[in-house]
């Protein structure tokens, strides 16, 4: 990308939605608008993005925002990855969410013991998209949920869905 954009960049730094524009996803603009919109309509409201890297880089966007705007919102957004984004030794996912001042919630999935290979799959870091999966689950069980109850719901639609035999 920045082959592409060249001396753009720098242009670039203080104008969140140009940078979602060159190099982002038509979802992260449509995020960064309900971020920016809670933020105008109550100074204090605090939202919990589920994902992961892709909603670092919206609390990114949030926060130039805020500083190009003058915007007064006393928060960030905290961010909800599953432990398999947030532990990945490979990622600086955690790095960066330390240098952004947003905090992290983490689901705490664990498919180890999951009965189905797919699932299993999770544990040795072949899979790592979760669709939301961590904001899911950190919802859940914020209502009183436990992650295991997730884990083993989960263990059942898999058989339900694919048919298959425990593996």
Known sequence: TSVRLGG?????????L???REMGDPMQASVLGFLVGLAER????KATLAGGTQMLAIAALFKRHKKRNGCNADTMPDIAPTRYVAEDASSSFRSLAGKLGVAVSVAQLDFSKSPYKGLRDYEKGFVKEGAGAGGAVVYAERLGVPAARVVERTNALYREFSGLAEQ
Do not use: R
Not at 8 to 16: E, F, I, Q, S, V
Not at 42 to 45: E, G, N, R, W
């Open 42 to 45: 109550d100074k204090k409201i």
């Open 8 to 16: 753009k960049m720098a242009a670039l730094a203080d104008d969140p």
């Open 18 to 20: 140009a940078i979602v």
